[in-house]
């Protein structure tokens, strides 16, 4: 067999495209948007590349528009995940042993398809299924998607081109191998990227997946599925099942073959998920390897030397992007007391423009929430605060679920740093603030780093650099991402690796080689050329 030491092509991130008015991919996706509304799709699980059925259908719409029905999957249970444990199993041999080359140029090509002949189809997914704007889904479901299957591939190479020094007489070399068994893949509704990555980066290593994606982003997820396919990924490589996250992990953790699991969700989901991988760590064959992006209550700490404007405008973006549902969004903000009024005023403006309604009208800023269930915990939270007394609702504040699950953007004005609304993760369009004093800049920071369990991103705003440095220094364990003088969210992959600890996760950041080198078992290999023929050593001669 010919062999070579093959440099794959540089990775470069994807250029966003604009879709303003009279744009060739405006068309496109207004196009692909009227064609998916226009038909009910049927979405089978997919196990061992076969498709797999039920008896069970269950019904997707538009969170936008519940009235409208997009399609209906099918929804299993254990003895689908069974299945589809026994296929990747099935597929392991093969795909642990294909050339790595090979692996690399099947996620290349997939790279291509998504931002090539199918981005229109995976961008209108994701608006539709997922109600997420068209330059939220762009550059989520399109750019970001391609940028980890190509940067993967990179950092892929880099870590089997990392190999130890060798002494003379001796070659010392590390090999790269799968883990052994199969890993679970867990994914969220917010990121189409994500949904794709998690179970494609252990895949990419050459590890066989269970895929369980969130019930409200089947239908992006049989795009995928579909892309995948297309470019090359074998059958059982990964296996896409519906069913219910107890089901699926009563089959999964008692499994002797669980080797990993890689997870993007709630930190209480994932704690109990934890609980449930020790409670049979007896039984696996090797320990597990568990990979989690959790909660967040991600915070902006403006100071007093910082710009208004820019502090409102990032809060605006930063808060209300996809309304909330990013981990990454700013839910809590800490504003001097001398910047507060220009703050202000300054969201009043930005927010009496921003439009609210469906995605499909390319005017709309904000769409809906994912589901019932989020809308009713946000509402509940908001007429909370209207009966308050440690709180005020100084914009938005309204809702409405007649033709979808609709919440305004809002901003909570709490007079305590403690107040509920500063603890807790809501996951949707509602900012909390508290004024401080200007001068207590220390002390707002001790109540930051005290006030959440979770540490995912956040943000300093400031023109004093010696203020940066003291929040930048005081602050580093409160954000695995950490933004001066930027909104909290908007990671790259290849330039923000992302992901925090505490209790928003296990910081394994996706979009580098950490997160990769944590689906290989490294083996290391010694070779001796010319083998000693007696025991003694020099030191047992005698003078």
């Not at 007896?282 to 959790?294: A, D, K, L, M, W």
């Not at 809906?368 to 605060?385: M, P, T």
């Not at 033709?403 to 107040?419: M, Q």
């Not at 992959?493 to 689906?519: E, Y």
């Amino acid at each position: 067999m010919a062999k070579g030491f093959y440099k794959v092509p540089i990775a470069k991130n994807e250029p966003i495209l604009s879709y303003g008015p009279g744009t060739k991919e405006r068309k496109e996706l207004k196009a692909k948007l009227e064609e998916l509304r226009s038909i009910e799709m049927e979405i089978p699980m997919c196990i061992g590349g076969k498709d797999v059925k039920t008896d069970k259908k269950v019904r997707i719409f538009p969170p936008h528009d519940i009235n409208h029905t997009l399609g209906y999957y099918y929804q299993g249970g254990e003895a689908e995940v069974n299945q589809a444990i026994d296929a990747a199993l099935a597929a392991k041999p093969a795909w642990e042993n294909l050339s790595w080359e090979h692996r690399a140029s099947i996620f290349l090509k997939i790279a291509d398809l998504i931002s090539g002949p199918y981005r229109a189809k995976i961008n209108a997914a994701t608006m539709l299924a997922q109600s997420k704007n068209a330059f939220q889904a762009e550059i989520d479901a399109a750019c970001e998607l391609a940028d980890f299957f190509r940067f993967n591939v990179q950092y892929m190479t880099e870590i089997y081109n990392d190999q130890p020094e060798s002494a003379a007489g001796m070659w010392n070399r590390v090999e790269q191998r799968p883990l052994e068994g199969f890993v679970f893949a867990l994914t969220p509704f917010n990121f189409t990227s994500i949904a794709g990555n998690l179970p494609t980066a252990p895949a990419m290593m050459g590890n066989v997946v269970v895929w369980k994606p969130s019930k409200t982003a089947v239908y992006s997820a049989h795009v995928l599925m579909e892309i995948f396919k297309e470019g090359g990924l074998p059958d059982g490589v990964v296996n896409l099942v519906y069913t219910s996250g107890p089901t699926a992990a009563k089959v999964v953790f008692a499994h002797k073959d669980f080797a990993g699991f890689h997870y993007t969700g709630s930190t209480q989901v994932f704690q109990s998920i934890w609980k449930a991988i020790g409670a049979n760590i007896q039984n696996y064959r090797s320990y597990p390897r568990i990979v989690g992006e959790t909660g967040g209550k991600d915070y902006v700490l403006a100071h007093k030397s910082a710009n208004p404007q820019q502090v409102g405008t990032a809060l605006t973006r930063g808060a209300f992007e996809y309304q909330g549902q990013k981990c990454s969004a700013a839910s809590r903000a800490y504003i001097p007391s001398n910047l507060w009024e220009d703050v202000k005023n300054h969201m009043a403006k930005e927010l009496d423009e921003i439009k609210m309604g469906p995605p499909e009208d390319f005017s709309n800023f904000v769409n809906a929430v994912i589901d019932e269930a989020s809308y009713n915990k946000l509402v509940s939270f908001i007429d909370k605060a209207k009966e308050d007394a440690d709180a005020e609702i100084i914009f938005g504040g309204n809702y409405d679920n007649s033709k979808g699950y609709f919440i305004e953007p809002t901003v909570i004005l709490a007079k305590d740093p403690h107040y509920v609304t500063m603890e807790e993760e809501l996951f949707g369009p509602v900012l909390t603030v508290y004024v401080y004093d200007e001068n207590k800049f220390d002390e707002i920071m001790d109540t930051l780093d005290n006030t959440s369990m979770y540490a995912l991103t956040g943000a300093i705003f400031a023109s004093d650099r010696y203020a940066i440095e003291r929040a930048t220094k005081r602050l580093t364990h409160t954000a695995g991402n950490y933004y001066i003088n930027d909104k909290p969210t908007g990671a790259v992959v290849g330039q923000q690796p992302f992901g925090g600890a505490r209790g928003s996760g296990t910081d394994d950041k996706a979009g580098s080689k950490i997160n990769l080198m944590r689906w290989v078992a490294p083996r290391t290999i010694k070779e001796t050329f010319v083998p000693p023929t007696n025991y003694r050593y020099p030191f047992l001669d005698k003078e």
